[in-house]
């Protein structure tokens, strides 16, 4: 039988997607779970694949590969999507995309799947990925294909074919997830009524800034070359870092959007984020760079940046644009060292003071020109 390689989730789609091209498409399925630091238990879910009718799992923890070689990337640009999103799905695809066309070749698949829909910009991210790196392999979309055109449905199927399901998703409300290190996309049906806030319990990694604590807390961040290396002294390797980081912004409320968001596919829908480590640092970088770039040098980043979010949104992330971007933004971040405090309150990350041997401010200069203009009048 064929093999097909499965972007397996542990959501209801992907699960019964394990049963459907079995069942329906003769395929030997292996399903490939990734961590990206969405904090589930993988093991679990390489059993439950199994279970589900997988010949294999292949379990992965890819938080290492995903900071150095898409999120570092990316927070050096200050890539961002129409302001308020920074990006944490859209950068997470052309990953797990390059995965499974590695898994692929190593376990002889001419297949590969992925659990998107046809609504959305995942499938697009997925294919434009997958084609780059590999185009002699086959893709499936299960959920393009088949006849389940509703949640209902699928639970129906789930339940006839005595599917397993992972504990922490059979209870709990309706939302769409997507999280992982750099934070998390919500998706509710009622987020689709734009007159009405999203409801408090869609959000995990924040609490509400309204209940953030009266005690602010101050920060030191430091950065070497534009990447995060070390947090209140203490140096630390990025994934940790992040980690705890999203810990401390997301308990002052830090990091939540809102957005009516473009997709790629044409049609405007509701987007709401939380990206709390992301977002205290993207505050910290930044102005760390306007004290260490060039007036010049920080007027073309800013539209770079631009592009380079509409190129990871759109899922070029395998382009010559990319590359010829990273090249830029590799030599823009070179003097991009320091330490910045920052204050997290109430659901702002705030820069109060920042240092660094690259400053290109020079201490009374400012003073000076006042007194020469003022000389200058008289
Ligand atoms: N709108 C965001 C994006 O296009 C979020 C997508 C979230 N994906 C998901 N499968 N829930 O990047």
Redesign the pocket.
């Known amino acids: 039988m064929p093999k097909c390689v499965l972007a397996f989730s542990g959501g209801l789609d992907t699960l019964v997607a394990i049963s459907w091209l079995k069942e329906r498409r003769n395929f030997d399925v292996i399903a490939l779970a990734v961590d990206l630091g969405q904090g589930e238990d993988l093991e679990e879910l390489g059993e439950i694949a199994l279970r589900a009718g997988a010949v294999a799992a292949r379990v992965e923890d890819l938080r290492e590969s995903f900071y150095k070689d898409f999120i570092g990337p990316t927070l050096k640009a200050l890539a961002h999507y129409e302001h308020g999103?920074l990006?944490s799905?859209?950068l997470s695809r052309p990953l797990i995309a390059r995965e499974l066309v590695r898994v692929a070749s190593e376990e002889g698949a001419t297949h590969v799947a992925h659990g998107?829909s046809a609504k959305?910009?995942?499938q697009i991210r997925f294919e434009a990925a997958i084609s780059a790196l590999a185009p002699y392999l086959k893709i499936v979309a299960p959920l393009r294909e088949w006849e389940y055109r509703n949640r209902e449905q699928r639970i129906e199927y789930a339940r006839a074919k005595k599917l397993p399901m992972p504990k922490s998703r059979v209870t709990g409300m309706n939302f769409?997830?997507?999280l992982n290190l750099w934070g998390q996309?919500i998706?509710i049906g009622m987020l689709e009524d734009t007159s009405r806030p999203p409801p408090e319990e869609c959000y995990s990694l924040s609490v509400s800034p309204l209940y953030a604590p009266n005690q602010p807390e101050e920060i030191d961040i430091e950065f070497r070359e534009g990447h995060p290396v070390g947090l209140n002294g203490r140096r630390m390797n990025p994934v940790p870092l992040i980690e705890k980081l999203n810990q401390m912004s997301g308990a002052h409320g830090i990091g939540r959007t809102d957005i009516i968001?473009d997709?790629l596919i044409g049609f405007k829908?509701r987007?709401v984020y939380e990206a709390p480590a992301a977002t205290t640092l993207y505050a910290a970088k930044r102005a760390l760079e306007q004290m260490t770039l060039s007036r010049d040098s920080l007027q073309v980043r800013e539209g770079l940046a631009v592009a380079y979010g509409r190129c990871v949104?759109n899922g070029q992330w395998y382009s010559d644009l990319r590359e010829a971007l990273d090249m830029f933004y590799e030599r823009v971040n070179k003097n991009v060292t320091g330490t910045v405090s920052v204050r997290l309150y109430k659901g702002v990350a705030t820069v109060f003071a920042r240092q660094s041997e690259y400053s290109l401010y020079t201490v009374g200069a400012a003073a000076q020109r006042e007194q020469i203009d003022n000389e200058a009048a008289e």
Do not use: I, P, T
């Open positions: 999103y990006l799905s859209a998107c959305g910009n995942d769409g997830y997507d996309s998706e968001e997709r829908s987007e949104y």
